[in-house]
């Protein structure tokens, strides 16, 4: 049997949640165009007769400014440390390149491979650079050029990964697709609706809570808190007459009926916690932990 962590690292929005989707064949990660949208190690498990591959999907690589970032980062940290292979995935458009950053994925060289993800926006010879600018910094290093929206070469990562696995029992039971308990998923997906919906500050000054979840024979009922920073804060969230409340509420119950396979009651509530991201102990309170 072979089975190993194979962790999805880089920078934000560079596709990473988009990519553990369409490797496990699931939504489990939610997907925005804003960066810094996932803010846990969520893992994605495939098992087969022959392998099982513990994929994770964690929060884009920053430098951490607050004690949110700074949980975030644990978390990338013991993806980098954790991983049998590692894919460090890059928008082909990213011109940056980061001397620091270089250096830290050289010191995981063995097991390190480059995604370069996006490519479908790219003509051939931007791309033929791109790779050749890549290997300029990293000749020792496989790089895959991949589209996590068109499946371009998902077939090729996934031969790659399959050869370098190694023998291994596996980690979780066969049947296991998540480390993460619904309720989880049920935040998330009101999460992803409230990064689509609202602008600036108010997404990332946002977290959900659900307090309660309940399912009975025909329906899932559950109970989210929406924590905001400010007071200011509830106000725009609810918006005029409740009605931006609603529709985000709407189309995170619709998502949650689809993830679920079950008709969702979904009750929200806006609650106001001062500076939550920077707070260590409301953080750990909110189930931010890297432990
Ligand atoms: N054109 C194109 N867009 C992509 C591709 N993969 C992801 N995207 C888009 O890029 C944006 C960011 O994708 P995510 O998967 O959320 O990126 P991420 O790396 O998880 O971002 P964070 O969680 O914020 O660190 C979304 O709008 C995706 O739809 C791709 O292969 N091609
Ligand atoms: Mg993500």
């Known amino acids: 049997m072979k089975a190993g962590f194979v962790n999805i690292v880089g920078k934000p929005n560079a596709g990473k949640s988009t990519l553990?989707?369409?490797?496990?064949g699931e939504k489990l990660a939610i997907v925005t165009p804003k960066a810094q949208t996932t803010r846990h190690r969520i893992k994605g498990i495939l098992t087969t007769d022959s392998y099982q591959v513990v994929f994770s999907d964690t929060p884009g690589f920053i430098e951490a400014k607050y004690a949110l970032h700074k949980v975030m980062m644990k978390f990338v940290?013991?993806?980098?440390?954790?991983?049998?292979?590692?894919?460090?995935?890059?928008?082909?458009?990213?011109?940056?390149?980061?001397?620091?950053?270089?250096?830290?994925l050289k010191t995981h060289q063995e097991k390190l491979l480059l995604v370069l993800n996006k490519v479908d926006l790219v003509n051939q010879t931007t791309l033929e650079k791109k790779v050749s600018e890549w290997k300029t910094y990293f000749p020792d290093t496989p790089i895959v050029p991949i589209s996590a929206h068109t499946n371009f070469q998902i077939d090729v990562l996934w031969k790659y990964i399959l050869d370098k696995l190694p023998e291994h029992p596996p980690y979780f039971d066969e049947d296991a697709l998540t480390d993460k308990p619904e309720r989880f998923f049920a935040a998330e997906i009101l999460r992803e609706k409230i990064f689509l919906h609202y602008q600036k500050e108010i997404p990332y000054s946002t977290d959900v809570q659900i307090v309660a979840f309940k399912e009975s024979e025909e329906i899932l009922h559950i109970q989210a808190e929406i924590i905001v920073e400010r007071d200011s804060q509830k106000g725009i969230l609810i918006g005029k007459g409740g009605k931006d409340l609603k529709k985000v509420g709407t189309e995170a119950r619709k998502e949650m009926e689809q993830f679920f396979g079950k008709k969702v009651h979904l009750e929200q509530f806006v609650k106001v916690e001062k500076n939550w991201r920077k707070q260590e102990k409301c953080l750990k309170r909110l189930g931010y932990r890297a432990d």
């Open 20 to 24: 553990l989707n369409v490797l496990v």
């Open 77 to 104: 940290e013991e993806c980098l440390e954790d991983a049998d292979i590692l894919l460090w995935v890059i928008d082909v458009n990213d011109e940056e390149k980061d001397e620091k950053l270089i250096q830290l």
